[in-house]
């Protein structure tokens, strides 16, 4: 079963500060990796697409990376600000399904 | 603007009654999904459609339908048969295949009175 963790699964921070969120999969048959946020009782909202041929990508103050010999990926989210604060996801895709996990909830601190 | 619309936002079930959320988008998009949201667990995927007139059931079908008779439109029917149906529902949709990026709709917080 394919599954995905999530580390911290919580991360109240300063504002201004740069942070990592950390993302493993079981599975190491990973196609692309997509990161979302989450805003409490909101849909999700896609913020990189990883291609299954690259190694990373950056939108802005985003970057993340995916090692797929290992099954990880991390988002990097540099001088963080409160409106960064959400819940960050990083579902496994497969075939016809994306597996989630429960998410990192990030809080920016003014 | 293009994206994805679910409604209503909100949605009360009596026992023993059907109910249709809706689902549409005007993105073009081939592939659509729905998601069920429970507290502290991750997303799981009820049913999803490739194309017109075609779906197929996900981890968690039971309980549920859909239709697909319009590229735009992918309504879920939470029937009776469902005993434990309160929770968020985010229906999403992809230009072709799951690997692309995904869109979410806003979704639908169905309680049941």
Redesign the interface.
């Known amino acids: 079963k394919q599954e995905v963790t999530q580390i911290p699964a919580a991360l109240s921070v300063p504002e201004g500060e740069n942070l990592v969120l950390n993302c493993s999969f079981t599975d190491s048959a990973i196609y692309n990796l997509q990161w979302f946020r989450q805003d409490p009782g909101k849909g999700l909202t896609s913020l990189l697409l990883i291609q299954s041929s690259q190694r990373e990508q950056t939108s802005g103050r985003l970057n993340a990376s995916l090692d797929k010999s290992s099954g990880r990926s991390t988002l990097y989210i540099a001088a963080s600000q409160p409106g960064d604060s959400a819940t960050y996801l990083c579902p496994q895709t497969g075939a016809n399904n994306l597996f989630f996990g429960t998410g990192t909830r990030l809080t920016v601190i003014p | 603007d293009g994206g ?1 619309t ?1 409604s209503p936002k909100y949605l009360f079930r009596k026992e023993g009654q059907n109910v249709t959320l809706s689902c549409e988008q005007n993105l073009n998009h081939d592939a659509m999904y729905w998601y069920r949201q429970d507290p ?6 009820i049913y ?1 459609s ?1 194309i017109v007139n075609d779906f ?1 059931k ?2 968690i079908a039971e309980g549920y339908s859909v239709s697909r008779e319009k590229k735009e439109s992918f309504p879920l029917t939470v029937t009776s048969a469902q005993k434990n149906p309160t929770a ?1 529902y ?1 229906c ?1 949709s992809t230009e072709g295949r ?10 639908t ?1 169905l309680s049941v009175l």
């Open positions: 994805i679910q502290g667990q991750g997303l799981r995927l999803y490739q197929q996900g981890d968020f985010l999403a799951m690997n692309e990026k995904l869109f979410f709709g806003s979704g917080q």
